[in-house]
């Protein structure tokens, strides 16, 4: 151990496990009524009844009376080990942890006799993850430095998840996600764009597609995956993760010398993908003023001339834009709308000057001046949306993240 002494300076072992009761997967039953499924009783005001001329509010019944239903159960488990080596030059910190959730609330099949499902104590998942994080600083010279980061993952598996029958093999594969990982991303396989009207007659046949009458040149042409001749849902196989991260990363760096001060934070994710939905696919909104269109859709087919209907198709990147309630086979979830959600941010940077003493007088304590941008630079492969922006059917509506650009003095005295 002696011999170990210069390199460690600190050293510290944490291991811990904790139970508790859980009431995280309660939003999906509480929200629709703020009532407790552990007894049955009535909603009021509930139907309307009429009664001659008048109407009565009635009560509703809720569910059917579960006694033993109570709290899920979170078991978590860690694993730690912080350290600081060679008197502080490298600190940092790691950590494994295990979540393991039972008892989630679900409705059996076919178990709504006559009032709402009840519920019952019978999922469970579990979720798994890691964080690291390091430290150094340094001086060289007069130069004083630091640089740090940190990594974070974690993810959610499914245990047992309560369903109905299943008809098919597939269909089990797709909507049972019991013992799979809960953020895979289904859709349909694109793989191309149809160039014109004879391949079109030649596609297979598309349902929700008036037996392929509304797809145009430039419509998305998915892989028929199963070979049936038919693109439907059962179609379509994982394509991707959802889009919040598994893998959120952070990069602290800065340095001071003489005087000057630099300060940078880096942020970033991966393992996501991120996908334009609803709203975000159309470029209109029939009847629907107050919304404009994205500037992506200009790079998209149209005729050479609109009003003739044999003008040749000019090509682009999206396909024809459709009135939102146009039918189309456009809309379906595929790897075309999806990008890779990685990114890397450059949040933060921060630029002063700190004025010596003598300069200053006595009656000031400091001068510092400085400049700083915020969300200045990003390395992203979304090309329409920011990164961090939510992935919801409202997208489009969502404030998207500003820049700016500050300045200032800090006066002590
Ligand atoms: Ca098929």
Do not use: C
Not at 251 to 270: E, S, V
Not at 347 to 372: A, D, M
Request: net charge neutral.
């Amino acid at each position: 151990m002696t011999s170990l002494k210069p390199i460690i300076s600190e050293l510290k072992i944490r291991a811990s496990w904790g139970q508790l009761g859980d009431l995280s997967a309660a939003k999906s039953y509480y929200d629709s009524y703020e009532q407790y499924y552990f007894q049955s009783g009535y909603r009021y005001p509930g139907e309307i009844i009429n009664f001659g001329d008048r109407a009565i509010y009635g009560l509703t019944p809720t569910v059917n009376a579960n006694t033993a239903f109570t709290w899920s159960k979170s078991t978590m488990v860690n694993l730690g080990i912080d350290f600081k080596l060679w008197n502080g030059l490298l600190g940092g910190s790691a950590e494994v942890f295990r979540r393991n959730r039972s008892g989630l609330p679900a409705q059996k099949a076919n178990d709504n006799a006559g009032a709402l499902a009840t519920w019952y104590n019978l999922n469970n998942d579990n979720t798994r993850g890691f964080e690291i994080t390091l430290n150094h600083h340094n001086k060289f010279r007069t130069l004083d430095y630091f640089v740090g980061g940190n990594i974070s993952w974690s993810r959610t598996q499914n245990g047992h998840l309560e369903h109905g029958q299943f008809t098919s093999g597939y269909q089990q594969w797709k909507w049972y996600n019991g013992h799979q990982w809960n953020n895979v991303r289904w859709g349909l396989n694109q793989v191309g764009q149809y160039q014109s009207y004879d391949e079109i007659a030649n596609a297979p046949m598309h349902n929700n597609s008036n037996n392929n009458a509304v797809i145009l040149p430039g419509d998305l042409k998915y892989e028929d995956w199963n070979g049936d001749g038919y693109i439907d849902d059962n179609d379509m196989r994982p394509i991707g993760r959802t889009s919040y991260p598994e893998l959120v990363f952070g990069i602290n760096m800065g340095a001071a010398w003489k005087g000057f001060d630099i300060n940078l934070f880096w942020q970033g994710g991966a393992l996501s993908n991120f996908q334009i939905s609803a709203f975000d696919m159309d470029a209109f909104e029939e009847g629907k003023t107050f919304r404009n269109a994205w500037n992506y859709f200009s790079d998209r087919w149209y005729k050479a001339d609109y009003t003739d209907p044999n003008a040749v198709w000019i090509p682009g990147y999206f396909p024809a834009i459709r009135d939102m309630n146009a039918q189309t086979i456009n809309r379906q979830p595929s790897n075309y709308w999806m990008w890779n959600g990685n990114y890397i941010r450059l949040k933060n940077i921060e630029l002063g000057y700190t004025f010596p003493k003598g300069i200053i007088g006595s009656r000031i304590k400091q001068l510092r001046v400085y400049g700083n941008l915020y969300n200045f630079l990003t390395f992203s492969s979304q090309k329409y949306f920011d990164p961090e922006q939510a992935e919801t059917i409202l997208s489009f509506a969502s404030y998207p993240q500003i820049k700016s650009f500050n300045a200032g003095v800090n006066l002590k005295f």
